[in-house]
């Protein structure tokens, strides 16, 4: 059955796309790990250390960039890197950021939160977004096309930047659409969203572009509403759902 939010302090295995012609590799580590062209070192601390390693087109050392917890007592947290959605211009890297964050070179940021989302850019000079709202937000999948990114995850309660009003359970599903806006802070705006959810959780697995349509996959237990007047109930505990929105 479908439960809350994965928190960040459970690793995600790596993940690697292809963006602006080279490929991106993420991941959770702990502790040090080799990368060509030298080492880099977390700094865990009741967390999980992220990774975002862009390698270049002949795949030589690549530049990496660890995203670590801030540590201590209330301060602890982690960085859960979940996918990367890349074209042949550019790409962000999406997931959920858990208390005290900051990278390798830069200091920890408080989050208002225990769990917000995550959107990390992958243009030089661009700022990382971490979207807070007043319960645990996560972003499991996402896909770009040009200036236009489309985000799904699962919430917990209201993330009015998102659009997002209060959740029915634990988890209510989410699929965003947002169009990036230069030199502004945050780097995106919000077009639309809608909310996938029932008085059961919800599990966001995947995310597509087909033919001028938004593919999302997921789980879902009991009686559950996608949006514009589509209800489904599960025939067993959990099933899965794939539901095709315009975009």
Same mark, same amino acid.
């Given at each position: 059955r479908p439960t809350a939010p994965v928190h960040p302090?459970?690793?995600?295995?790596?993940?690697?796309?292809?963006?602006?012609?080279? +490929? !991106? &590799? $993420?991941?959770?580590?702990r502790g040090t790990v080799d990368f060509p062209g030298g080492?880099?070192?977390?700094?865990?601390?009741?967390?999980?250390? &992220?990774?975002?390693? =862009?390698?270049? +087109?002949?795949?030589?050392?690549p530049s990496v960039t660890a995203y670590v917890p801030g540590g201590g007592g209330a301060g602890m947290g982690g960085v859960l890197l979940t996918?990367?959605?890349?074209?042949? !211009?550019?790409?962000?890297?999406?997931?959920?950021?858990?208390?005290r964050v900051g990278t390798i070179a830069t200091p920890p940021v408080d989050g208002d939160n225990s769990e917000d989302p995550l959107i990390?850019? /992958? @243009?030089?000079?661009?700022?990382?977004?971490?979207i807070a709202g007043t319960a645990a937000a996560a972003i499991q999948?996402?896909?770009?096309?040009?200036?236009?990114?489309?985000?799904?995850?699962?919430y917990g309660g209201p993330v009015p930047e998102l659009g997002l009003g209060a959740s029915t359970s634990t988890a209510d599903g989410f699929?965003?659409? /947002? =169009?990036?806006?230069?030199?502004?802070?945050?780097p995106y705006a919000l077009v639309a969203s809608r909310r996938v959810g029932g008085a059961d959780?919800? =599990? $966001?697995?995947? /995310?597509?572009?087909?033919?001028?349509? !938004?593919v999302v996959a997921g789980e879902f237990a009991g009686t559950t509403q996608f949006g514009a007047g589509a209800? =489904?109930?599960?025939?067993?505990? @959990?099933?899965?759902?794939?539901v095709a929105y315009a975009r």
């Open positions: 302090g459970a690793p995600a295995p790596p993940t690697v796309a292809t963006v602006a012609g080279a +490929p !991106v &590799a $993420i991941g959770s580590f080492q880099v070192t977390g700094r865990v601390s009741g967390g999980t250390d &992220a990774f975002v390693a =862009r390698f270049g +087109p002949s795949l030589g050392a996918a990367i959605a890349g074209d042949a !211009v550019g790409g962000v890297v999406v997931g959920s950021a858990h208390g990390l850019p /992958l @243009t030089p000079g661009w700022p990382a977004w971490r999948a996402a896909a770009i096309d040009g200036d236009d990114l489309w985000i799904a995850g699962t699929v965003a659409h /947002l =169009r990036r806006q230069p030199s502004s802070t945050p959780p919800v =599990r $966001i697995v995947d /995310l597509q572009l087909a033919a001028g349509r !938004v209800t =489904r109930t599960a025939a067993g505990a @959990t099933d899965w759902f794939v």
